[in-house]
Structure formats: structure tokens, C-alpha cells
């Protein structure tokens, strides 16, 4: 499969067990005995995925969840002889993925690593699907920021609400009306200037774009596909 795998866990038995199954399934394995190692190796050669035990020597399990936590969403599967509810909670809140009481299947610690990857490829093709471009104009809608030839610009939540509505609906026009129901919500009762107003800041900044007025009815985004 390819994908590498960090196993974090001092205890020797369980470093055997865990790297025989993942090497048969073919996954390379890095094993090491205490996350200030593991830590070390992120900064190196970071895992695709962590299999991480809780108590550790010196710096513990939480501490290293919490420290990859801030700088990545890599997959982390927890492994620990703590099942209390409490510790289980804890372990997730800090950004586990999955939690698994020892002992364990070593088949069903092989599923949820599977399970994992899957999810995850999912994931990064949906955040793929999510970015918009028309001409100059790209957006990322997941974390709500735009570029335009290739410059990042700071936009309103409105400004940036309706951009994307025009970006995935080129050339369709829209009425002040259907703008305000999908822009402002079905509960909004002033006046439809707004949606001028809001057009009217969007041109300022985004000189170019072929934000067309449709007149006594509303707007729509030209966009003219090129064929090569």
C-alpha cells in the first residue's frame, strides 16, 4: 500500500506483534520507544499514521497527540491499557482518531488502520472538490479564502458567500430576491440594496470580473469557457 506507519509504544511484545501484521499488509513501519523518538522522526520523516500508546516514558501519549495535533491531521490510532470512559474521551478530545483497549486483535487493530487510510483518501479528494476557480478568481471553500490572480484578498462573510454562489453557477442569472434568500437567509426583511451594496464592494475589489448587472432584475457572473 505504501503508506508509512509510526508505532509509538515502549512495550517490546506489542512493537513485534504490531509490525508483524502491518509489514504483512504491507505497510512500512517505524517503531519507536518513546515520543520524544517519535516526535524526532515526525520532523524527519513524518508517518502517514501514528499507532500511539498512552503511557509512555517521560513525555506521555496525550502530550504527543496534542504537540501533532497543532501541526497536522495525519491519522492517529490510540492504543492503551486505560479504558476508562474518562480516558478514552480525553484521548479523542485531543485529536485521536480511533481508541483501542489493550489487549487487543491484531486483525482489528488492522481494519481500523485500513478504515483510517480510506477515510482519509475520502477526505482529501473532497477537499480537492472544494476549491472553485473562474478566471483570476479561486476560492477554497473549506477554509473560506480567495485568491485572485494569485494574490489572497480579504473578503466579508457576504462577499465571500456570494462569490462562491456566482463561481458554481456561471452565466446563470440571478434576482435580488434569490440572492438575498440564498446569501442573507429566508428570514432577512430589509432591502434588497443590500445585494447592490454587496455587488457594488465586490467590483471594487475584483475590477475585472464580469460581474454583470441584469437591469430591473438582478446579476449574473459571465464566464466564457475557452475550448482548446
Not at 520523516?45 to 516514558?57: E, F, H, R, S, T
Not at 489487549?103 to 473532497?126: D, G, H, M, N, Q
Not at 455587488?199 to 430591473?216: P, S, Y
Amino acid at each position: 500500500m505504501g503508506y508509512h506507519i509510526g508505532v509509538v509504544e515502549d512495550d517490546t511484545n506489542i512493537q513485534n506483534i504490531v509490525t508483524a501484521y502491518l509489514k504483512k499488509e504491507g505497510f512500512t513501519v517505524t517503531v519507536l520507544g518513546s515520543a520524544e523518538k517519535a516526535w524526532g522522526e515526525w520532523e524527519i520523516n513524518p508517518p502517514d499514521m501514528w499507532i500511539l500508546d498512552l503511557m509512555l516514558p517521560g513525555m506521555d501519549g496525550y502530550e504527543f497527540c496534542k504537540k501533532i495535533r497543532n501541526e497536522s491531521d495525519v491519522p492517529i490510532i490510540i492504543i492503551s491499557a486505560k479504558d476508562e470512559e474518562i480516558d478514552k474521551i480525553l484521548g479523542l478530545e485531543l485529536g485521536g482518531d480511533d481508541y483501542l483497549t489493550k489487549p487487543f486483535s491484531p486483525r482489528e487493530l488492522i481494519a481500523r488502520v485500513k478504515r483510517l487510510f480510506k477515510r482519509s483518501i475520502a477526505t482529501a479528494e473532497e477537499l480537492v472538490q472544494e476549491k472553485v476557480k473562474v478566471d483570476q478568481l479561486v476560492m477554497h471553500k473549506n477554509d473560506r479564502r480567495v485568491f485572485w490572480d494569485g494574490l489572497e484578498q480579504d473578503v466579508t462573510t457576504k462577499e465571500f458567500d456570494i462569490l462562491v454562489l456566482f463561481a458554481e453557477n456561471t452565466n446563470r442569472a440571478f434576482s435580488r430576491e434569490d440572492l438575498l434568500e440564498r446569501v442573507w437567509g429566508d428570514d432577512y426583511f430589509g432591502s434588497d440594496r443590500a445585494v447592490d451594496d454587496l455587488v457594488k464592494r465586490i467590483r471594487k475589489k475584483f475590477a475585472t470580473l464580469q460581474l454583470e448587472t441584469i437591469w430591473g432584475y438582478g446579476y449574473r457572473l459571465r464566464h466564457e469557457e475557452v475550448n482548446k
